[in-house]
């Protein structure tokens, strides 16, 4: 995504990404190969992942959990990831709220594709609306 992202609008300072999403090593890779510095609230702990990999996980993500959580602790990293929750996070409670909208009806990815474009051109058309009252 973040390869997409760089072809389409050019290359990001930060990479706010859902604690969800948490990966060690593909976040590692991503700074890597672009440059770009990722902020990633870590897990509270490893309890998700299976036991034969958790050694493995722990000896190579503690350091790198540390390092997001010195990030996050920074000014900078606390106003950039309080962001998130204005401009990411707003719009996808609107749409379950205001619109409805918890789960897509049609099936195949074509379908949900449509699906979504018109959950989205609602929205857009809501916020338009409220904009000119």
Known sequence: M???????V?????????????NV???????????ITVLCPPRRSDDAKPQAKQKRWRR????Y???MRQRLSTVAGKTMYRLRQC?????FGII???LGFRGFRLRGL????TEWSLISLAFNCRRLALRRS
């Open 2 to 8: 973040v390869e997409a992202v760089i072809q389409n």
């Open 10 to 22: 050019g290359a990001p300072t930060h990479v706010l990404v859902d604690t969800d999403y948490e």
């Open 25 to 35: 090593f593909q976040l590692a890779s991503v700074e890597a190969a672009t440059g």
């Open 60 to 63: 190579v993500s503690k350091a």
């Open 65 to 67: 959990r540390e390092q």
């Open 87 to 91: 401009t990411v996070e707003s719009g």
């Open 96 to 98: 379950k709220a205001a």
């Open 110 to 113: 074509e379908n949900v594709r």
